[in-house]
């Protein structure tokens, strides 16, 4: 991959993650469309990992006072319970995502070579983020456990490229009644 192509494929990146249409399937059409061959899940990680930092310094203080809530409370000292609440319920939303990603780790990244089924499932995203429309305004400020794992589900399911991680985890937070705020919090 030549570096004018690594660029383009990161600027792509960049402009896409933090927009409910998968950035991971606009870069796999990208490769396809531009007949660039990725070098790896290494290349796929450094692109991702500027957007993750970028996540991470925009809600530092947020995520800060998760952690420390999560340590106090596992310390058993003084600690915001809502807080070390939200980072079991963040803890327990990974795990479906993990579990997919582990069991189907080859089927998925075959899935990353397939223009058609990447194209379909974006497609699929913009259904889902076009139904939230509908939905009701949400009353919850906070889920549950249940609600956890139901959006670590929707999670699950943006390991296909094309799903967008963002669109599906909000789209099944307003779906559980989650304020728009809340379900937007939570998917970040």
């Known amino acids: 991959m030549s570096i004018l192509a690594a660029l383009g494929l990161g600027v792509l990146q960049g402009l896409t993650e933090f927009l409910p249409i998968s950035s991971s399937g606009h870069l796999a059409l990208a490769e396809y469309f531009l007949s660039v061959e990725s070098p790896g899940v290494t290349f796929e990680v450094f692109v991702h990992f500027g957007t993750a930092l970028a996540v991470i310094v925009y809600f530092r203080r947020r995520l800060g006072a998760i952690v420390v809530a999560a340590a106090m409370w596992a310390l058993r000292r003084d600690h915001n319970p809502g807080d070390a609440r939200l980072a079991l319920l963040l803890l327990l939303g990974t795990i479906p995502?993990?579990?997919v990603g582990v069991l189907l780790e080859s089927r998925?990244?075959?899935a990353f070579g397939n223009p058609i089924l990447v194209s379909s499932m974006l497609i699929a995203t913009g259904?889902?983020?076009w139904?939230?429309?509908a939905l009701p305004e949400g009353t919850r400020r906070e889920g549950g456990i249940c609600d956890a794992l139901l959006i670590?589900?929707?999670q699950a399911a943006a390991i296909l490229p094309g799903?967008?991680?963002s669109g599906s985890t909000i789209a099944a937070g307003l779906g559980l009644r989650l304020e728009r705020r809340a379900a937007a919090e939570f998917a970040f």
Do not use: D, K, W
């Open 97 to 99: 995502a993990a579990l």
């Open 108 to 110: 998925v990244e075959r």
């Open 127 to 129: 259904f889902v983020l």
């Open 131 to 133: 139904s939230t429309r």
């Open 152 to 154: 670590g589900a929707a």
């Open 163 to 165: 799903i967008s991680r």
